[in-house]
């Protein structure tokens, strides 16, 4: 049954999980987006900074100016509604918003350039074939490809000479999230026809099959390697409920990385990584019915734990990309995660939070951040997966 289909069945739907879905479809989903982003774009100009959250006192917390793993998504959003919109001021806007990092490009002291990047300088490259986008990619990619030990075949995800990182005891860890980065090497091998930024990114997908996932097909947050020999020193979690459960935006991150793995590769262990991550997600019993997961799949006190709509986002748009590659058929969960994230129950009402689009996300609850709030990358690959739904 398809997303609209799915939609129109309003009583069914509310009478069984989605309270408040209301009969629409992709299009209209995308108009309702746009026209809550466009308060946050007027909220946006004139703090004169990027939004990322609301604070614990309920005001519009912004990116970090000296860098933040998040500063590409708003951008990346207003690319998007410029896509379906053809509407300049979000052309305009995603302009201006990513040239307040675009010298970030240069930092060598952190994995997430792939995040940042490719969010927003990739799609737009993808929608005006700007050549200076291209470029800007190009060092990007060059300062993530500093932080790849052949050695260990991985890229180092965080630096732990300072911060709570240095508390760890760790060497050269890597976290599951790092698969996200690997897209923006693909492209760049793409642009300039050198193998290198391809076989670096093929070598941290193929080290991560092997030492990030367990039997039952979920995902290690983070593996400690020793940069010396390439041994696995330990496994552990920095923002799951422990080093032996699944964070849910983890498992995510790892679906939505092999599946942009195998699209640049057409290596089919990518494809069954992707599958068997896909399985694990949607067949996970104690997931609600609404298909939206629990912050982490082990959370100790499910069901009274906080849901995270960021992980649900993130996996309808990847199983959106997977399900044109697969012989197995996920629409049945695309249809489930859509029509949830498109109720009252998880899309604010216009006007309210904040100007956010979707609710009840959470950043880290380990670290007491973000919990139950809006977050721009939630907004984000909602967005993708509504336009990816709708070129269906």
Sequence with gaps: MSFIKTLLLGVIVISISCKGVKEE?????????????????????KANLIPRTIDKTGNLHWTHLNFDWTEGFFPGSCWYLFEETKDEKWKKAAEKFQDMFQEHKYKTTNHDLGFI?????????????????KEVMITAADSLLTRFNPVVGCIKSWDTD?????????KFPVIIDNMMNLELLFKVSEFTNDPKYKEAAVT????????HFREDNSSVHVVDYDSENGAVRGKYTAQGAADDSSWARGQAWGLYGFT??????????????????????????ETPKDGIPYWDYQASKI?????????????????LELNNFSD???????DKIMNSLA???????????????????????????EIDVPLNYADYYYLEALVRYKKK
């Design 25 to 45: 479809n992709p299009k209209t989903a995308i108009q309702k987006a746009e026209n809550q982003l466009s308060f946050l774009l007027q909220d946006a100009e």
């Design 303 to 319: 069901p009274n734990e906080p849901r995270d709509v960021s992980a649900a986002a993130i996996t309808v748009s990847a199983l």
């Design 162 to 170: 300072k911060g709570w990182q240095s508390q760890r005891g760790w």
């Design 117 to 133: 990047f490719n969010c927003s300088f990739g799609n737009g490259f993808r929608l005006t074939k700007n050549k200076a986008f």
């Design 343 to 369: 109720s009252d129950q998880y899309t604010a009402q216009l006007g309210e939070n904040k100007h956010f689009i979707l609710k009840h996300s959470v950043g880290s609850i380990p670290h007491g951040n």
């Design 260 to 285: 942009i793995t195998y699209r640049y590769t057409r290596d089919k262990v990518f494809l069954e990584q992707a599958e068997k991550i896909a399985h694990y997600i949607i067949n996970f019993k």
């Design 204 to 211: 941290h997908a193929n080290t991560t099959i092997k030492n």
């Design 328 to 334: 197995q058929d996920f629409g049945p969960a695309i």
